[in-house]
């Protein structure tokens, strides 16, 4: 497998490339020693870029997984072999000396062409086998992904597809995923792919709630309701419109956290229509809002754009997000019967 054989090879190929980039000395300032006699390898550089990074040999050994007496060791012995001292140990942490400063923007120079070299290998590989990394939000997954996850495991079993939970963006450049399932307004320009399908959204509470309001007044905008709002957005323009004498119950930075809010009574709040809908216990206000400039789209890296089971995955989640048009576009929503008012 030639994803296989790469990395066999990574460290030779890489050892090789620093060895031509220093030989000539072009880092002055930096490199002390005969560069020729000594060597270099990528991984030296790994170990720097990442305690440059994090300033503490415990972040950086864990985001290279060893030890961080290892990530100490292996700088102390990087120190010896370019004879120059890249770091100062202060009691903030590990700061770049001068040294460190002229080899920092090499070394990132380095790591771009190596993550490069890296996706255009793994874009060569023309095999339904193999890992796929698949990031996107833990409410994009569980409500739109896994309950047609039985398909894709029986079409393709030799795909091992991992999923990956997180709200933040994944950088593909860094191999952190391979695609990236993602509501946005507007993706990077250095990722290819498509929006499959814009987001809609509805105001939603759970029936308990909307029949204690009724039996105050009835359901309309001159009533005091109770509303839960994103913390980024503490008077958003559907409450104004709507609800502008509104009290706000709950002010929250997760959507998880939103969804639990609203279907324990605590108020309305405006959600996308593939998570209300899927939640029998909450019913939508017949509303107009504002369409959200989002959309449902699935990104990857340009250099994994011939890798077969990246495109296979790919095709696959346009397919099942398609399906579920009617969910995302808010067509299947079970309305409060009482809802007012009805506008155009």
């Excluded at 990074?53 to 030890?67: D, F, M, P, Q």
């Excluded at 191999?175 to 814009?198: F, M, Q, S, V, Y």
């Excluded at 095709?315 to 067509?331: A, D, K, M, P, W």
Aim: glycine share 4%.
């Amino acid at each position: 497998m030639i994803r296989g054989a790469y990395q066999d090879e990574n460290n030779h190929f890489l050892t090789i490339a620093v060895q031509l980039r220093t030989s000539q000395v072009k880092l002055k300032g930096v490199f002390t020693h005969d560069l020729k006699a000594k060597p270099l390898n990528w991984d030296d550089f790994r170990f720097f870029l990442a305690l440059a990074r994090h300033h503490t040999v415990s972040a950086a050994g864990r985001e290279l997984k060893v030890k961080h007496t290892t990530v100490a060791r292996r700088i102390s012995a990087f120190e010896a072999r370019i004879g120059s001292r890249l770091f100062d140990h202060l009691k903030a942490g590990y700061v770049l000396t001068q040294a460190g400063e002229n080899l920092y923007a090499h070394a990132l120079v380095m790591e771009e062409q190596a993550q490069s070299v890296d996706r255009q290998m793994f874009g060569m590989d023309a095999q339904l086998k193999g890992i796929i990394k698949l990031t996107s939000s833990y409410d994009v997954l569980s409500h739109l992904v896994i309950p047609q996850l039985a398909n894709f495991k029986h079409a393709y079993p030799e795909i091992d597809l991992q999923l990956h939970a997180s709200s933040l963006l994944a950088d593909l450049s860094l191999r952190e995923a391979d695609i990236a399932l993602r509501l946005t307004p507007k993706p990077p320009e250095h990722l290819i792919g498509k929006e499959i399908l814009p987001l809609r959204h509805g105001v939603y509470a759970t029936r308990h709630y909307f029949e204690q309001v009724k039996k105050s007044s009835g359901i309309d905008h001159t009533i005091d309701h109770t509303t839960i709002v994103w913390r980024s957005e503490p008077k958003p323009e559907w409450i104004s419109q709507h609800f502008p004498k509104s009290t706000i119950a709950l002010a929250v930075d997760d959507i998880t956290v939103m969804v639990a809010a609203v279907e324990n009574h605590l108020g309305m709040a405006r959600l996308p229509c593939f998570i209300a809908d899927r939640l029998p216990n909450l019913l939508r206000l017949d509303l107009a809002l504002t369409p959200s400039t989002w959309g449902i789209w699935v990104l990857s890296h340009a250099d994994l754009r011939s890798t077969a089971r990246v495109r296979i995955t790919k095709e696959f989640l346009y397919e099942i997000i398609e399906q579920q048009r009617t969910l995302v576009e808010g067509l299947e929503s079970v309305y409060f019967e009482g809802s007012q008012p009805k506008l155009a």
